[in-house]
């Protein structure tokens, strides 16, 4: 399952924490991983407290989930995940 949302040239961790919150409020899942658009990646490291040049080490996690770059549109980050077709809407 893959959901887009966009978040814009620039972000605050809880605008970041809500799009994730609702992946998994959507789904009843969380995400397997995180895919950004290179300014998303570089916004992110430098929102967690890292040095944007952290974002070409592809090492990056939020909440123990890999965040990594993708070629997406400007502002745009993809939550990916496997979704349980039985359980879906079992919240």
């Known amino acids: 399952?893959?959901?887009t949302v966009t978040l814009g040239a620039s972000f605050d961790e809880r605008t970041f924490e809500r799009a994730l919150a609702g992946f998994r409020r959507m789904y009843n899942v969380a995400p397997e991983r995180v895919l950004c658009a290179?300014?998303?990646?570089?916004?992110?490291a430098a929102l967690m407290g890292r040095s944007p040049d952290d974002a070409h080490q592809r090492s990056l996690r939020?909440?123990?989930?890999?965040?990594?770059s993708a070629i997406?549109?400007?502002g745009t980050i993809v939550f990916e995940g496997h979704v349980d077709e039985e359980r879906m809407g079992d919240w």
Request: with cysteine.
């Open 38 to 44: 290179p300014d998303v990646l570089g916004c992110f």
């Open 1 to 3: 399952m893959r959901w």
């Open 62 to 68: 939020y909440d123990g989930l890999p965040v990594v």
């Open 72 to 74: 997406l549109a400007p």
